[in-house]
């Protein structure tokens, strides 16, 4: 089993970038396919961003690419995600996710959810 502690959240203006961070126990992150999913006031949790095992293969929820990059570090046991030119819009809890399956869009593909840091974005 793996525990899972987000870190980076905060208060940032619009256009502003703020980096989280996923930092893992219990077993090595290697071992998992890893994402960011997002939950804003009032909505439904949605996808952010996934990346395998390796580092090799990334995917992003379409309208967050170009500003958004997920990135990992096996060695430290952590995974990141890089949030820039943020908007009002993306003020939302982000939560940090394992799975033991290839890494998709669904939430039900990841069995591990961190408890999530809140990032606000002001105008």
């Known amino acids: 089993q793996v525990q899972l502690v987000e870190s980076g959240g905060g208060l940032v203006q619009a256009g502003g970038s703020l980096r989280l961070s996923c930092a893992a126990s219990g077993r090595p992150l290697s071992s998992y396919g890893m994402g960011w999913f997002r939950q804003a006031p009032g909505k439904e949790r949605d996808f952010v961003a996934a990346i395998s095992w390796s580092g090799g293969t990334t995917t992003y929820a379409d309208s967050l690419r170009g500003r958004f990059t997920i990135s990992r570090d096996n060695a430290k046991n952590t995974v990141y995600l890089q949030m820039n030119s943020l908007k009002p819009e993306d003020t939302a809890v982000y939560f940090c996710?394992?799975?033991?399956?290839?890494?998709?869009?669904?939430?039900?593909?990841?069995?591990?959810w961190g408890q999530g840091t809140q990032v606000t974005v002001s105008s």
């Open positions: 996710v394992a799975s033991l399956l290839a890494i998709g869009r669904g939430a039900s593909r990841y069995d591990y």
